[in-house]
Every structure is written in structure tokens, then in C-alpha cells.
Nanobody, 118 residues
Framework: VQLQASGGGRVQARGSLRLSCAAT???????????MGWYRQAPGKEREMVATIGSRGNINYADPVKGRFTISRDNVKKSAYLQMNSLKPEDTAVYYC??????????WGQGTQVTVSS
């Protein structure tokens, strides 16, 4: 599984961004079985979970993003998305998408920078 993340950028506080994660070189049946997630890592901090969406559509959010971020997936497009609204400066980080197979194998995308200015 190879993951290609995109959609990061610079935005002012209270703005919005939509991140995309495409599973290239992955057949549809494989992607359908993947648990997908978005994580972020701010400078000097550990990588943390932002949101996850399981192969069956079950969703979890980290408390700081609840009500502002929405994770989704499109199995036909073999992609996962993170809609980020009401962005805050503390959301500034490199965002990574992660895929986990049913066997527990983990794959990471290359990361996309999100910068929120006040």
C-alpha cells in the first residue's frame, strides 16, 4: 500500500482545509479492508491521532478536533479525506495519513504541512 497525502497549506485562523489521502498501487478490494487514519505532528511534539475511520465506517476523533474536523472515505476512489473547519493556530502540524491492514501491517503517507496563522 502506497499512500499519497495532499491538500495542506497555509490558512488563517477560522479557515478551512481539506486533506486527501490516495492509496496508489492498491486494488479496490485491498483498500476496502483498510482502517484509515489521520495523525499529526507539531514541532517538538509526538505524533498524535487526529481521526480514524475503520473499514466498516466506524469513526473516532481526538477531543481537540471534535466538532471541527470530519473524516471520510471513498472506497471507489481508494481515498480518505479530512475536512478541517474552524482551524486554530494549535492545529499547525505535519499531517500524515495511515493505513492499517486487517493483519496489522501499517503504512504511512509522506505528510502534508498545515499552517494556521492567527
Amino acid at each position: 500500500v502506497q499512500l499519497q497525502a495532499s491538500g495542506g497549506g497555509r490558512v488563517q485562523a477560522r479557515g478551512s482545509l481539506r486533506l486527501s489521502c490516495a492509496a496508489t498501487r492498491s486494488i479496490l478490494s485491498v483498500f476496502t479492508g483498510l482502517d484509515m487514519g489521520w495523525y499529526r505532528q507539531a514541532p517538538g511534539k509526538e505524533r498524535e491521532m487526529v481521526a480514524t475511520i475503520g473499514s466498516r465506517g466506524n469513526i473516532n476523533y481526538a477531543d481537540p478536533v471534535k466538532g471541527r474536523f470530519t473524516i471520510s472515505r471513498d472506497n471507489v476512489k481508494k481515498s480518505a479525506y479530512l475536512q478541517m473547519n474552524s482551524l486554530k493556530p494549535e492545529d499547525t502540524a505535519v499531517y500524515y495519513c495511515k493505513a492499517t491492514t486487517s493483519y496489522g501491517s501499517i503504512f504511512w503517507g509522506q505528510g502534508t504541512q498545515v499552517t494556521v496563522s492567527s
